[in-house]
């Protein structure tokens, strides 16, 4: 097979920056070069040093853009595509009343398999290389979610929502079969090429005890598969889980009466929390995720980022699209940042821009394979242009340093953006 050489600007992270004069955290290479060969980033550098090792690679120039690692999205959920933008409604009227009959859709195998392909394209387009997706309960949704991904060898991680009450009959599994059809799902795909499988009771309102016995059983005999639900987005929804199982202290002591929490674990939203559930998911490594978008959208409150941070907890930041508004990591980035901003917490642009790419690698525990372009690891690379719109290329006028630039990828930055994604090392364009 033949190597591709990117010739072009490139960064890449190492650590969480700790301010924007945190040099030390990041790579950054004016002139930079990665060689391709079979999916894998084989050598990156300075275009001086990677040059000569390319042989009679094919080279792409991008210069002046800037090569970064594809972004990474923890949470969002493949049959809403049809979802986005609904008007007007909070939490759970606007799941009875949009997602549940938008999700009823995908019984039909057809309909799963064409939204796969047309899911995978708006994530490539917006230089999304990695997503943890909720399918709808329906194994065949999961299943032409797995072989879309597979037919372009994205890494991909996702499963079945598992729910058994207070849904639709036809959104309904049982506590049996959504085990029975979440551990088949997990012998076909979990480990297949780049597939990995997140167990997936989709939260407390719509699980029976019998149904979150279950799941904890399936955590239990699959370490190696990730977690995900969601946690204290809005307050009716608190109130409402809680009701159901009067035992628990309070929402999060549903999910870890049921073993589940650990740091496979994504925790959807995490906003009205406890000094103790903070406390607790630090303690078990389970990882909030920050879904500023959707938090707007909804209504339902603001992320505390500092507050999860200085507890201990490991926070990934996502667009949980239908109720996130953009699939582009970089509009996330924008709202999350005003989010943040009325806290009094200023997100730094080499900070997000870490977070999208190796912090929420890390969040997934796969920080050895993407989120950097180091050698060794997969080649998933975004090329990104600060010029892309004339509002930006007016803006750029007046920039010079590299964080200025990030910050205009981030706060005006979306799809047209993206000068081109790699998944594995080919081009998605
Ligand atoms: N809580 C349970 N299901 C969902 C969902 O589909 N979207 C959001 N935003 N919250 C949820
Ligand atoms: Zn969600």
Same mark, same amino acid.
């Given at each position: 097979?033949?190597?591709?050489?990117?010739?072009?600007?490139?960064?890449?992270?190492?650590?969480?920056?700790?301010?924007?004069?945190?040099?030390?955290?990041?790579?950054?290479?004016?002139?930079?070069?990665?060689?391709?060969?079979?999916?894998?980033?084989?050598?990156?550098?300075?275009?001086?040093? /990677?040059?000569?090792?390319?042989?009679?690679?094919?080279?792409?120039?991008?210069?002046?853009?800037?090569?970064?690692?594809?972004?990474?999205?923890?949470?969002?959920?493949?049959?809403?595509?049809?979802?986005?933008?609904?008007?007007?409604?909070?939490?759970?009227?606007?799941?009875?009343?949009? /997602?549940?009959?938008?999700?009823?859709?995908?019984?039909?195998?057809?309909?799963?398999?064409?939204?796969?392909?047309?899911?995978?394209?708006?994530?490539?387009?917006?230089?999304?290389?990695?997503?943890?997706?909720?399918?709808?309960?329906?194994?065949?949704?999961?299943?032409?979610?797995?072989?879309?991904?597979?037919?372009?060898?994205?890494?991909?991680?996702?499963?079945?929502?598992?729910?058994?009450?207070?849904?639709?009959?036809?959104?309904?599994?049982?506590?049996?079969?959504?085990?029975?059809?979440?551990?088949?799902?997990?012998?076909?795909?979990?480990?297949?090429?780049?597939?990995?499988?997140?167990?997936?009771?989709?939260?407390?309102?719509?699980?029976?005890?019998?149904?979150?016995?279950?799941?904890?059983?399936?955590?239990?005999?699959?370490?190696?598969?990730?977690?995900?639900?969601?946690?204290?987005?809005?307050?009716?929804?608190?109130?409402?889980?809680?009701?159901?199982?009067?035992?628990?202290?309070?929402?999060?002591?549903?999910?870890?009466?049921?073993?589940?929490?650990?740091?496979?674990?994504?925790?959807?939203?995490?906003?009205?929390?406890?000094?103790?559930?903070?406390?607790?998911?630090?303690?078990?490594?389970?990882?909030? /995720?920050?879904?500023?978008?959707?938090?707007?959208?909804?209504?339902?409150?603001?992320?505390?980022?500092?507050?999860?941070?200085?507890?201990?907890?490991?926070?990934?930041?996502?667009?949980?699209?239908?109720?996130?508004?953009?699939?582009?990591?970089?509009?996330?980035?924008?709202?999350?940042?005003?989010?943040?901003?009325?806290?009094?917490?200023?997100?730094?642009?080499?900070?997000?821009?870490?977070?999208?790419?190796?912090?929420?690698?890390?969040?997934?525990?796969?920080?050895?394979?993407?989120?950097?372009?180091?050698?060794?690891?997969?080649?998933?690379?975004?090329?990104?242009?600060?010029?892309?719109?004339?509002?930006?290329?007016?803006?750029?006028?007046?920039?010079?340093?590299?964080?200025?630039?990030?910050? /205009?990828?981030?706060?005006?930055?979306?799809?047209?953006?993206?000068?081109?994604?790699?998944?594995?090392?080919?081009?998605?364009?």
């Amino acid at each position: 097979m033949t190597d591709t050489l990117l010739r072009g600007r490139l960064l890449s992270f190492s650590a969480q920056p700790q301010d924007p004069d945190d040099t030390g955290a990041y790579r950054y290479e004016e002139d930079g070069a990665l060689l391709l060969r079979d999916g894998v980033i084989l050598a990156s550098g300075t275009h001086d040093e /990677v040059a000569p090792q390319a042989g009679g690679a094919t080279v792409i120039d991008h210069r002046p853009h800037l090569m970064m690692a594809g972004f990474i999205d923890p949470h969002i959920h493949f049959p809403q595509l049809q979802v986005v933008a609904s008007w007007g409604r909070q939490l759970l009227d606007w799941l009875n009343g949009y /997602v549940f009959p938008e999700e009823a859709r995908f019984v039909d195998p057809e309909h799963a398999q064409a939204m796969a392909t047309r899911f995978l394209d708006l994530l490539c387009a917006h230089g999304t290389t990695t997503a943890v997706a909720y399918c709808s309960v329906h194994p065949a949704s999961a299943d032409a979610y797995f072989e879309a991904a597979a037919a372009r060898d994205m890494r991909m991680i996702g499963g079945k929502v598992m729910m058994d009450r207070n849904a639709p009959d036809n959104l309904r599994d049982t506590a049996q079969q959504g085990h029975d059809e979440t551990e088949a799902l997990i012998a076909k795909w979990h480990g297949r090429g780049r597939a990995g499988y997140a167990i997936s009771p989709r939260f407390a309102i719509t699980s029976t005890p019998e149904q979150m016995e279950m799941a904890g059983a399936l955590v239990a005999a699959h370490p190696g598969c990730h977690v995900q639900t969601h946690l204290s987005e809005n307050r009716d929804e608190i109130a409402f889980a809680t009701s159901l199982y009067p035992r628990a202290r309070d929402y999060l002591d549903i999910y870890d009466h049921y073993g589940l929490l650990n740091d496979r674990m994504l925790l959807g939203h995490a906003i009205h929390l406890s000094d103790r559930e903070v406390a607790r998911i630090a303690e078990t490594g389970a990882r909030p /995720v920050f879904c500023p978008t959707s938090n707007l959208f909804l209504g339902s409150g603001l992320f505390d980022e500092a507050r999860m941070r200085d507890a201990g907890a490991c926070n990934a930041i996502a667009t949980d699209i239908g109720a996130g508004t953009s699939y582009s990591m970089l509009q996330t980035l924008n709202e999350g940042y005003k989010i943040l901003q009325l806290q009094n917490q200023s997100l730094h642009a080499l900070r997000a821009f870490d977070w999208i790419t190796r912090g929420n690698a890390a969040a997934l525990g796969l920080a050895d394979r993407i989120g950097t372009l180091d050698a060794g690891t997969e080649a998933d690379i975004v090329i990104l242009d600060a010029r892309a719109t004339p509002a930006m290329a007016l803006r750029m006028e007046r920039v010079e340093r590299l964080e200025d630039e990030l910050f /205009v990828l981030q706060m005006l930055g979306d799809d047209r953006a993206v000068a081109q994604t790699y998944v594995a090392g080919r081009p998605q364009k």
